[in-house]
Structures are given as C-alpha cells and as structure tokens.
C-alpha cells in the first residue's frame, strides 16, 4: 500500500489531537510547512561538498564508504544499533606532528595523541552537527575513549571500528604494527567516522597499494616483541604494556593495591615513579607506554624524505632514543613479551603483572586473617 499524498505529491499526516494542533511550536512547523521552507534534503549527499565540509571542520582527508560494503559486515549491527537507518559511513583523518610522536619523552607524545584525539571528534561533531542541521540524522562515535566499559572485557567496547571504515573508504592500508598507513600522512593520523542516514553521490575506493615499506622498523621498535617479521601481532603483549594506564592495566593496579598489607608493602610493589605516573592517568588523559610502532614508521609521502635520503642517520634520530630509552617493560608472567623484552632490551626492567585479564584469586576469611596476624 502507497502513503497517502496531498496535492502537491507530499505524503499527508493524519490529523493531530486539538490540544496539540494549538500548541505554537506546532503551529510554527505546520506554517514553515506550508510555506515549503522545511522540505526534505536531497536523498543523496553530493561527496563534493561532504569532502568540503569534513576538511573546513578540521580533517585533513575523508571518504565515504556504504554501510553495504561487503568488508563492512561485521560493522553493520553495531552501526544500525547505534543510528537506526544509517546507509554511509564517512571516515576522516586527522595528522598528528611526527616528531611529537617521536620523542622519547612519553608526555610529549602522549599530548600530541590526545590534542589530536581532540580535534578528530571536535571535527566529527561539526560535520555530525552541520549534517543534521541540512535535514540528516547523523551520530559520531568517539574517536577513542570514552568507549562502551559496561561490554568490557566480554564483549568489543567501540561502536564503529575506524580502521575498519578507514581501509573500506580509501583513506589507507593497515599496516605491519596494525595502524592505518595513509599513502601521504604514513602512520600519523588518528581517525574518526560519522554515521549518517543518506547515501552519498560518490564513495571512496579502497588503494590499489599498501603504503607500507616493509622496513620493519616497527618491529625493531616495539619493546615487547608484539609485531614480528611475518606479520603475526601479540595484541595481548601490546595492550598490556602499552595500554598499561587503561581499562586492564588499572585493574591489575587496583588489585595491587586491595592486596598490599600496609602503605608500605604498598610501595614495595609499585614504585613511586609508577604511583605518579597513574595519578596522572587517573587526573587526566591516560598515557601510552609506547606507541613506537607509529612513530618510527617512515612510510606515507610526506613522511618517507628523510629515510630515502639517509636510512643510518634516520635510524639514529628516529629508531635509537626508543630503544636506548630506560623505561619499566610491563609483561605477563611466562610470556613471550617477557622473554623478548629480558633478551632483547636488558636495559628496561620488565615487570611482571597480570594484566587485569583474570580475577585474582580468592581467598577465605579465616585464611585473609592468618595471613596478615601470622
């Protein structure tokens, strides 16, 4: 059955209740109505403008790609349960300074990661906003945290998997250290998508290239040996040292804690340089423990220069001050990270934790007791 249409092909509306057709907010839409100023936006989003409009609020690329693209399957629940009727995905990029990224000092890097955390989700509110003031719905998940900690850890905690998006859109290649490589920012983006409920004119086609250079810099890089050569990733060595002031990391802090006698058994277990390092993750955002993967990656056309120019000094410069760096290795007892950080940078302490991955176990009452009267 057809809706029913006015005179003019408009489909008409049922008649409302007296009380709420005199209401004058009512009556202020129905006026705009019959004047034809709140018509329906165009069914299809011109990409031009969509392009202009992502890159004036502060992108530095984007594509759109539709929620129909058979590599996008596994996002297609996620995306509907967050905005019903979604049709496109926009994904965008955000650069981040290289050399920021670089440095050894982790707070430097750290605040690089956050501002640009910042202006990715400030520029997918201003398209996310300027969407629907054109007549569309239209949502943006956040570019990292704050994600969904009530599914952790048995279920994914994101809404939308911006890498994901990203690769299906055209906007890069994942690479080796599983970062997106754009072909011209390389591994320095951080990225970002919005929901909308249209279709667009025009969707990005994914690279006929990976950016990728297979220096296997990345490898040399990370401290906890969770990329290797062949490609295979030791995503749970990577978030246990790397993510170590987030989500599993502060579990295992805070048992540490529930478990220590007194504030000094306390301290013989975290350091005061860990306790200062927490309070400043706690007080404001959490800090990486790494990240080198991404920053010695010299992939990406505007990044690739200096390592065709001189690989060794590129090395020195780039590669040397992560690896000399002496810093706390975080590993789960009996893994390989812990194996590959002793054998492979004596000169950073590896330290066992758990990780926050499994309860600790529990202990009777009457056994808690003998234990701390013994």
């Known amino acids: 059955m057809t809706a029913a249409r006015d005179t003019q092909g408009g489909p008409t509306h049922p008649p409302l209740p007296a009380k709420l057709a005199a209401h004058p907010s009512v009556q202020a839409v129905l006026a705009r109505r019959g ?6 936006p165009p069914a299809v989003i011109d990409a031009a403008w969509l392009r202009e409009l992502c890159l004036a609020a502060g992108a530095d690329d984007a594509a759109a790609v539709s929620l129909d693209h058979p590599d996008l399957a596994g996002e297609r629940e996620y995306a509907q349960s967050a905005l019903p009727g979604t049709r496109t995905l926009i994904a965008m990029a955000v650069r981040m300074n290289r050399d920021n990224c670089r440095s050894p000092a982790r707070s430097v890097a750290n605040q690089e990661f956050h501002q640009a955390d910042e202006q990715a989700n400030q520029a997918a509110r201003s398209v996310t906003r300027s969407l629907q ?8 998940p956040s570019v990292g945290f704050p994600q969904e900690m009530d599914h952790f850890p048995s279920e994914r905690i994101w809404v939308v998997a911006h890498k994901t998006v990203a690769v299906a859109a055209g906007l890069g290649v994942m690479g080796l250290h599983r970062n997106v490589i754009h072909p011209r920012f390389g591994s320095f983006i951080l990225l970002v998508t919005v929901l909308v409920d249209a279709e667009v004119s025009e969707y990005g086609q994914a690279l006929d290239y990976n ?7 990345c490898v040399a890089a990370c401290p906890v040996g969770a990329i290797a050569k062949d490609g295979a990733f030791d995503a749970l060595a990577c978030t246990t040292h790397n993510y170590r002031e987030f989500m599993s990391g502060f579990t295992d802090w805070a048992q540490t804690v529930a478990d220590s ?8 277990r975290v350091t005061d340089s860990e306790s200062a390092s927490m309070w400043q993750s706690l007080s ?5 423990k790494s990240g080198y993967c991404l920053a010695v990656c010299p992939a990406g056309e505007d990044v690739l220069g200096p390592y065709l120019d001189d690989r060794k000094s590129f090395m020195d410069t780039v590669l040397r001050p992560l690896q000399d760096k002496k810093e706390t290795l ?7 990270a812990q194996e590959y950080a002793q054998r492979r940078f004596p000169h950073k302490p590896a330290k066992e934790v758990t990780g926050g991955w499994q309860p600790p176990t529990r202990r009777s009452a009457s056994t808690d007791r003998e234990t701390r009267t013994s």
């Open 284 to 288: 404001s955002p959490p800090g990486y």
């Open 35 to 40: 004047t034809g100023a709140s018509g329906r």
């Open 133 to 140: 003031d054109a007549g569309y719905r239209a949502l943006n």
């Open 261 to 268: 006698e007194d504030a000094a058994d306390y301290r013989s």
């Open 211 to 217: 950016p990728c250079i297979d220096c296997k810099l």
């Open 330 to 336: 975080y590993v789960l007892p009996g893994s390989h």
